[in-house]
């Protein structure tokens, strides 16, 4: 059985992974948002997913040390690796300390804001593209301009992880920082694409100027929301 689904949280995807083995349903391989699965016993296998230092290898100590621990490697994808364990081994966690969590997704920021930046850049070059007469560089933004917001969003979403854990660790609420920087962004992005646009509306087709209108006003009105959302 094959599924296509695409996940930034790697909480959410090990939920999900548990849940379709928990249905008899085993990982056996992935592939740009396809997941590859073959039947299992219900429950056999506890998935959990690692974040490497390197793009698509593991190190032998790391190889070895899950060896070890009788856990399986079953993807290597990207920096994503991920994880199984037979249920019967008995339970099954990676980090088992709050600052090695912390740390953990620490790291995980990391690569979601080295991507954001990228993209961001990626995003420029291409926006310059369009005004420049070429009328893929408009497609490619709009589409740069999505992975964009998932980047950042992503980066905010592990910002609450960490600061849920470092509130655990020291018993003190942590104050809670970063959406209206996130909804700043999305807004800039719109209006910035929108401006872009009106410049050089009549050089282009209506084919690629009104998805690019719809996207941009899509992004101020989401970054509008998560204004008025932080405000309440």
Same mark, same amino acid.
């Given at each position: 059985m094959i &599924?296509?689904?695409l996940y930034y949280d790697k909480?959410?995807?090990t939920v999900w992974l548990n849940k379709m083995a928990s249905e008899g349903w085993a990982l056996k391989n992935y592939f740009a948002g396809f997941y590859k699965f073959e039947p299992c016993e219900k429950g056999e296998y506890i998935y959990q997913i690692d974040l490497g230092d390197t793009l698509y290898?593991?190190?032998d100590e790391y190889r070895e040390l899950m060896?070890?621990?009788d856990v399986e490697i079953v993807v290597l994808w990207g920096y994503w690796i991920i994880? &199984? /364990? &037979?249920a019967a081994d008995g339970p099954f966690e990676l980090y088992t300390d709050v600052d090695s969590e912390i740390e953990h997704y620490? /790291? !995980?920021r990391r690569m979601f804001k080295g991507a954001a930046i990228i993209e961001l850049l990626a995003l420029f070059m291409e926006l310059f593209g369009g005004l420049t007469g070429n009328d893929f560089g408009w497609v490619f933004a709009l589409l740069i301009g999505i992975f964009v917001i998932v980047?950042?969003?992503a980066v905010f979403r592990t910002n609450e992880v960490i600061a849920r854990l470092e509130e655990q660790k020291s018993g003190i609420e942590a104050e809670k920082k970063g959406g209206n920087t996130l909804a700043l962004i999305i807004t800039a992005i719109g209006l910035l694409t929108n401006s872009c646009m009106l410049l050089v509306e009549e050089s282009i087709s209506p084919i690629i100027s009104y998805p690019v209108h719809i996207f941009?006003? !899509?992004m101020m009105a989401v970054g509008i929301v998560l204004t008025v959302k932080k405000e309440n």
């Open positions: &599924r296509f689904k909480d959410k995807e290898s593991v190190s060896g070890e621990l994880l &199984r /364990k &037979r620490r /790291k !995980i980047c950042v969003n941009a006003i !899509i």
